[in-house]
């Protein structure tokens, strides 16, 4: 099984490893920086061995990289994984504005009201079912979830269930949330968060969240 050093460190952008199988254009890994799309947050992009990933996907416990016809990688072979970091840390950022609006929105809307959740790294959002509009929400909604963000709280992520590779994230005395997604270590690095509200059909009320522009710090150390 491939080791997630996406969740023991996620500020890594890059990462020495050796190809473990290689099947046609997929190739799977020893060890992965390389987060592949789930709980709504997009892919990576970057490269292994040199080869841009063209698709990255889970499967099962595994995560299978889709690379060109005639990358010429073999299994054992040392290759170098590098993601493209600026974009990660954005969807970091934006990943967890939207675990707090997300949050701060349950105890408005109540739980069992997300229908759906998509991170990219221009934006995020998450739907809801709500018969009311959520614009007169969104107000409160910022100034909450820019509180979080101002109290800069140590985000806690860590494994729920380690053979099953469950994982949560935490903010004591805020919230703890199933994700196996990539976490910030403190909130004050989402920076100034932004709403806006979308109808997207009867009965389904989007928010989107924006985060601002800022540069990602310098990745962790190899
Ligand atoms: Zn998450």
Same mark, same amino acid.
């Given at each position: 099984?491939?080791?997630?050093?996406?969740?023991?460190?996620?500020?890594?952008?890059?990462?020495?490893?050796?190809?473990?199988?290689?099947?046609?254009?997929?190739?799977?890994?020893?060890?992965?920086?390389?987060?592949?799309?789930?709980?709504?947050?997009?892919?990576?992009?970057?490269?292994?061995?040199?080869?841009?990933?063209? #698709?990255?996907?889970?499967? @099962?416990?595994? %995560?299978?990289?889709?690379? *060109?016809?005639?990358?010429?990688? /073999?299994?054992? !072979? =040392?290759?170098?994984?590098?993601?493209?970091?600026?974009?990660?840390?954005?969807?970091?950022?934006?990943?967890?504005?939207?675990?707090?609006?997300?949050?701060?929105?349950? #105890?408005?809307?109540?739980? @069992?009201?997300? %229908?759906?959740?998509?991170? *990219?790294?221009?934006?995020?959002? /998450?739907?809801? !079912? =709500?018969?009311?509009?959520?614009?007169?929400?969104?107000?409160?909604?910022?100034?909450?979830?820019?509180?979080?963000?101002?109290?800069?709280?140590?985000?806690?992520?860590?494994?729920?269930?380690?053979?099953?590779?469950?994982?949560?994230?935490?903010?004591?005395?805020?919230?703890?949330?199933?994700?196996?997604?990539?976490?910030?270590?403190?909130?004050?690095?989402?920076?100034?968060?932004?709403?806006?509200?979308?109808?997207?059909?009867?009965?389904?009320?989007?928010?989107?969240?924006?985060?601002?522009?800022?540069?990602?710090?310098?990745?962790?150390?190899?």
């Amino acid at each position: 099984m491939t080791r997630k050093v996406f969740w023991e460190d996620p500020y890594r952008a890059t990462l020495d490893t050796r190809v473990a199988e290689v099947a046609g254009t997929d190739v799977t890994l020893e060890a992965t920086i390389f987060f592949a799309l789930s709980g709504g947050q997009e892919s990576d992009r970057g490269t292994i061995g040199g080869h841009e990933v063209l #698709a990255a996907r889970k499967h @099962g416990p595994e %995560i299978v990289y889709t690379l *060109a016809e005639g990358h010429g990688l /073999i299994p054992g !072979q =040392s290759v170098r994984v590098a993601i493209d970091w600026e974009r990660r840390y954005r969807l970091m950022r934006l990943h967890f504005a939207a675990e707090i609006v997300l949050e701060l929105a349950y #105890a408005r809307l109540g739980t @069992g009201t997300k %229908i759906g959740a998509h991170i *990219a790294a221009d934006k995020a959002r /998450i739907d809801f !079912q =709500s018969a009311e509009p959520v614009t007169p929400l969104l107000p409160s909604l910022r100034e909450s979830a820019m509180a979080v963000v101002a109290a800069d709280a140590e985000i806690v992520s860590a494994y729920s269930d380690a053979a099953s590779e469950r994982r949560y994230w935490e903010i004591p005395g805020f919230a703890r949330v199933p994700c196996g997604g990539t976490h910030l270590r403190r909130a004050r690095e989402i920076g100034a968060i932004e709403l806006k509200r979308k109808n997207i059909g009867k009965g389904k009320e989007r928010i989107e969240i924006f985060v601002d522009d800022r540069p990602a710090p310098p990745p962790s150390e190899a």
